[in-house]
């Protein structure tokens, strides 16, 4: 079973459109880390949240942790062909940075 | 800085031949990583180095293995290449590895194996 479970596993939408990929573990977290990867390229770290009920805004894109720290979901507003790509939720289950999860990813279309 | 460099970037192996996927980190980061990563499966840990002459096993180690003589270096061996060998390697590196530690990754290595 996956440590980390990413909803949808793809999405496509029209640009200017809103949508949410969602993140869940079965365990608590100590970190849930959200990171962006273009096709073919390595993954950009997009924030980190780590108190249960913390959001974290950056441009468009709004993370957040929910109170028991089990789930967390990225938000997108108004959509742009930039966003494109896949989102990897990842996460430190022991808080020494050595039980590091990665999610299955989201594959996210954005057409113009 | 170059941040975190991989090579090579593209690599096609028989079976039972060897490699050495090559990992430098330019930030004095104490915490380095390898990762594989397969279509729809996301990343997975393979090893990882917590400062240099220190190494552990992760999650999917079988079939590597890894040095760290330098804090700027940790190579990937793999001694007898077999298809499911077949992914994307990730090195990634980070200042503490504690959470709330950001991981920087390099482009990464694409690796057959045929």
């Known amino acids: 079973s996956q440590e980390l479970e990413q909803s949808p596993q793809s999405l496509i939408v029209q640009e200017g459109k809103n949508l949410t990929i969602n993140c869940t573990s079965s365990?608590?977290?100590?970190?849930l880390y959200w990171y962006k990867q273009k096709y073919g390229e390595g993954l950009i770290f997009l924030m980190m949240?780590?108190?249960?009920?913390e959001e974290k805004s950056h441009e468009k894109i709004t993370a957040k942790l929910d109170e028991k720290k089990q789930q967390s979901s990225l938000h997108i507003t108004a959509s742009q062909p930039s966003h494109a790509g896949i989102y990897l939720c990842?996460?430190?289950?022991?808080?020494?940075?050595?039980?590091?999860?990665f999610g299955t990813g989201t594959s996210l279309t954005v057409i113009p | 800085n170059a941040g975190v460099t991989q090579t090579p970037k593209f690599r096609i192996l028989k079976i039972g031949q060897s490699m050495t996927l090559q990992c430098t980190q330019d930030?004095?980061?104490?915490?380095m990583y390898w990762y594989r990563q397969d279509p729809g499966m996301g990343l997975k840990l393979i090893y990882y180095?917590?400062?240099?002459?220190?190494?552990d096993k992760g999650e999917v180690p079988n079939g590597y293995n890894v040095s760290r003589s330098t804090t700027e270096d940790f190579p990937l061996r793999l001694e007898l290449a077999a298809p499911s060998q077949t992914s994307v390697y990730f090195c990634?590196?980070?200042?503490?590895?504690?959470?709330?530690?950001?991981?920087?990754f390099g482009p990464g290595t694409r690796l057959t194996v045929l």
């Open positions: 365990k608590t977290l100590y970190g």
């Open positions: 990842g996460a430190d289950r022991s808080n020494t940075g050595n039980q590091f999860y």
């Open positions: 180095s917590v400062g240099a002459g220190i190494t």
């Open positions: 949240l780590q108190k249960g009920g």
């Open positions: 930030m004095n980061h104490n915490y």
């Open positions: 990634a590196s980070s200042p503490r590895g504690q959470g709330g530690d950001e991981q920087f």
